[in-house]
C-alpha cells in the first residue's frame, strides 16, 4: 500500500497534522519513538483547555482522538532511512516495517544540548526549566537564576523580569554580553556573574544554590538553562531540503520544503523551542499543504 502521507514524529506537530489529514479522509502513515522532548517536565502549559495536564496524559488523549478515523495507521517505532521513489518516498523502521507514501511530513522536532554543569539532570524539569513562557508562572516572585553561554542571554534575563524582579544572570565563562547590556541589566537590578559554574546543588529536584569554581555560590530557587538546539533528525538534510541559518528545515506558509512532496512542522522547521499550541498549529497548515497539494496532483 502506498499511504497519500507518512508523518514522522508524534509530538503535537505531528499529531495535528495526523488528524486534519484522517478528518480529510486521506491514508496517514504515523511513525512515532515515543521519546517527546517534554516527558521531563511535570505539566504543560499554555495550551487552552490543555493548561496544567501532563505530557503523557497529553499525548494518550492526542492518539485516542487521531486514531479514531480509519484512515490512519500508527507505529511505534524508530525510521532508521528514508529515500526517495518514483512515487514519493520509502522509510525504513527498526523493526522492519517498510512504508511507502506519496507525501512525508517531518515533525520530528530538535533536541537540547544542555552545558555540561554537575547536578543539572536531577532538577531539570522540576525547579530548572528552558522556556519561561512554559514554566515562568510555577517559579514567579522566587529568586532566579539564568544560564546562557549564548548572546540570547540579555534577551532571557531581560524577559525572566516579567516573572521575577530577583534575577542572577550566569554566563557560564562566557563572554556574550556586551557592556551596554550589562549597564541596563544593573539598572534593573539583575546581577551578572560571568565566572564558570561548578554545580547545582538542590534536594529532590529543589533547587537550593549554585556553586561557581571560584568557591563562591548563590542561593537560588529556580531558573532557567539555555540550551544549544540541534535537529533531532538528519532526514531533512540528507534528502536535500533548503535549511535556515539557525538549521532548521525551511518552509512556506504551508510547511513546504525545497524537496517537492517533502514538508516540515513544528520545531523541526523554525528550530526553535516552541509551545505546544505553536506546533499543533504547524502541523495543521503542513496537513492542509499536503491536501491541497494531493487533489492538485489528482485534477493534473
Same mark, same amino acid.
Given at each position: 500500500?502506498?499511504?497519500?502521507?507518512?508523518?514522522?514524529?508524534?509530538?503535537?506537530?505531528?499529531?495535528?497534522?495526523?488528524? #486534519?489529514?484522517?478528518?480529510?479522509?486521506?491514508? #496517514?502513515?504515523?511513525?512515532?519513538?515515543?521519546?517527546?522532548?517534554?516527558?521531563?517536565?511535570?505539566?504543560?502549559?499554555? !495550551?487552552?483547555?490543555?493548561?496544567?495536564?501532563?505530557?503523557?496524559?497529553?499525548?494518550?488523549?492526542?492518539?485516542?482522538?487521531?486514531?479514531?478515523?480509519?484512515? #490512519?495507521?500508527?507505529?511505534?517505532?524508530?525510521?532508521?532511512?528514508?529515500?526517495?521513489?518514483?512515487?514519493?518516498?520509502?522509510?525504513?523502521?527498526?523493526? @522492519?516495517? @517498510?512504508?511507502?507514501?506519496?507525501?512525508?511530513?517531518?515533525?520530528?522536532?530538535?533536541?537540547?544540548?544542555?552545558?555540561?554543569?554537575?547536578?543539572?539532570?536531577?532538577?531539570?524539569?522540576? %525547579?530548572?526549566?528552558?522556556?519561561?513562557?512554559?514554566?515562568?508562572?510555577?517559579?514567579?516572585?522566587?529568586?532566579?537564576?539564568?544560564?546562557?553561554?549564548?548572546?540570547?542571554?540579555?534577551?532571557?534575563?531581560?524577559?525572566?523580569?516579567?516573572?521575577?524582579?530577583? #534575577?542572577?544572570?550566569?554566563?557560564?565563562?562566557?563572554? =556574550?554580553?556586551?557592556?551596554?547590556?550589562?549597564?541596563?541589566?544593573?539598572?534593573?537590578?539583575?546581577?551578572?556573574?560571568?565566572?564558570?559554574?561548578?554545580?547545582?546543588?538542590?534536594?529532590?529536584?529543589?533547587?537550593?544554590?549554585?556553586?561557581?569554581? +571560584?568557591?563562591?555560590? /548563590?542561593?537560588?530557587? @529556580? @531558573?532557567?538553562?539555555?540550551?544549544?538546539?540541534?535537529?533531532? =533528525?538528519?532526514?531533512?538534510? %540528507?534528502?536535500?531540503?533548503?535549511?535556515?541559518?539557525?538549521?532548521?528545515?525551511?518552509? +512556506?506558509?504551508?510547511?513546504?520544503? %525545497?524537496?517537492?512532496?517533502?514538508?516540515?512542522?513544528? +520545531?523541526?522547521?523554525?528550530?526553535?523551542? =516552541?509551545?505546544?499550541?505553536?506546533?499543533?498549529?504547524?502541523? =495543521?497548515?503542513?496537513?492542509?499543504?499536503?491536501?491541497? +497539494?494531493?487533489?492538485?496532483? !489528482? /485534477?493534473?
Amino acid at each position: 500500500m502506498i499511504y497519500d502521507c507518512a508523518i514522522i514524529g508524534g509530538g503535537p506537530a505531528g499529531l495535528n497534522a495526523a488528524l #486534519v489529514l484522517g478528518r480529510a479522509r486521506r491514508s #496517514v502513515a504515523l511513525i512515532d519513538n515515543n521519546q517527546p522532548r517534554n516527558a521531563v517536565t511535570h505539566a504543560s502549559h499554555g !495550551f487552552i483547555t490543555r493548561d496544567g495536564i501532563a505530557p503523557a496524559e497529553f499525548r494518550r488523549i492526542a492518539y485516542e482522538e487521531v486514531l479514531r478515523y480509519p484512515s #490512519v495507521n500508527h507505529w511505534q517505532t524508530e525510521v532508521t532511512s528514508v529515500n526517495r521513489t518514483e512515487y514519493g518516498f520509502e522509510m525504513f523502521t527498526s523493526t @522492519g516495517v @517498510g512504508v511507502q507514501a506519496r507525501k512525508l511530513i517531518l515533525a520530528t522536532g530538535v533536541k537540547e544540548v544542555f552545558p555540561e554543569i554537575e547536578g543539572f539532570y536531577p532538577l531539570y524539569g522540576k %525547579s530548572l526549566f528552558n522556556c519561561p513562557y512554559c514554566d515562568g508562572w510555577e517559579l514567579r516572585d522566587q529568586p532566579l537564576v539564568v544560564v546562557s553561554e549564548y548572546p540570547t542571554a540579555f534577551h532571557t534575563a531581560k524577559l525572566l523580569l516579567n516573572w521575577s524582579k530577583d #534575577v542572577v544572570l550566569c554566563t557560564n565563562g562566557q563572554a =556574550s554580553l556586551s557592556e551596554q547590556e550589562k549597564e541596563w541589566l544593573h539598572s534593573k537590578g539583575v546581577k551578572v556573574m560571568e565566572q564558570p559554574i561548578a554545580a547545582f546543588i538542590g534536594q529532590n529536584g529543589l533547587l537550593e544554590q549554585v556553586r561557581f569554581t +571560584d568557591g563562591t555560590h /548563590i542561593l537560588r530557587a @529556580g @531558573g532557567f538553562v539555555t540550551p544549544k538546539f540541534v535537529q533531532k =533528525s538528519s532526514f531533512g538534510e %540528507s534528502l536535500g531540503c533548503e535549511m535556515t541559518e539557525l538549521g532548521g528545515i525551511r518552509t +512556506d506558509e504551508f510547511g513546504r520544503s %525545497s524537496v517537492t512532496g517533502l514538508y516540515a512542522a513544528g +520545531d523541526a522547521s523554525y528550530f526553535m523551542p =516552541s509551545q505546544l499550541i505553536y506546533a499543533a498549529a504547524d502541523g =495543521s497548515k503542513a496537513a492542509v499543504g499536503v491536501s491541497m +497539494d494531493l487533489m492538485e496532483g !489528482f /485534477i493534473e
